[in-house]
């Protein structure tokens, strides 16, 4: 299975992005879906899930409220809607496929089996 992920770019403060996800090579039913995200001297950082049957949606606090997270079965495609960015939204984003369901819906990087390559993000103030 591949992810791919894109929409990345150079917005302003205040500004929207949707970022894409399509997966290819086979199915992840059953999977966890996610993003996470990286920022220079940084650790991995989870952003957004989205379980399995799509009922239950998470975010880390931060984003809460500007991002939603959302997915096309018929598309094999996930997406990540960020409005209202910040400065510190600034990182290289990855999708992430982690199988099962996850306490808080929320995977750990280290229970993620697929990763996309990453889109980088930048917010300029």
């Known amino acids: 299975v591949q992810l791919q992920a894109s929409g990345g770019g150079l917005v302003q403060a205040g500004e929207s992005l949707r970022l894409s996800c399509s997966t290819s090579g086979g199915t992840l039913v059953g999977y966890t879906m996610g993003w996470f995200r990286q920022a220079p001297g940084k650790e991995r950082e989870f952003v957004a899930a989205t379980s399995p049957s799509g009922s239950t949606t998470t975010y880390l606090a931060s984003v809460k409220g500007r991002f939603t997270i959302s997915k096309d079965n018929a598309r094999n495609t996930m997406y990540l809607q960020m409005n209202s960015l910040k400065p510190e939204d600034t990182a290289v984003y990855y999708c992430?496929?982690?199988?099962?369901?996850?306490?808080?819906?929320?995977?750990?990087?280290?229970?993620?089996?697929?990763w996309g390559q990453g889109t980088l993000v930048t917010v300029s103030s």
């Open positions: 992430a496929a982690a199988p099962g369901l996850y306490r808080n819906n929320m995977p750990e990087p280290r229970s993620v089996a697929y």
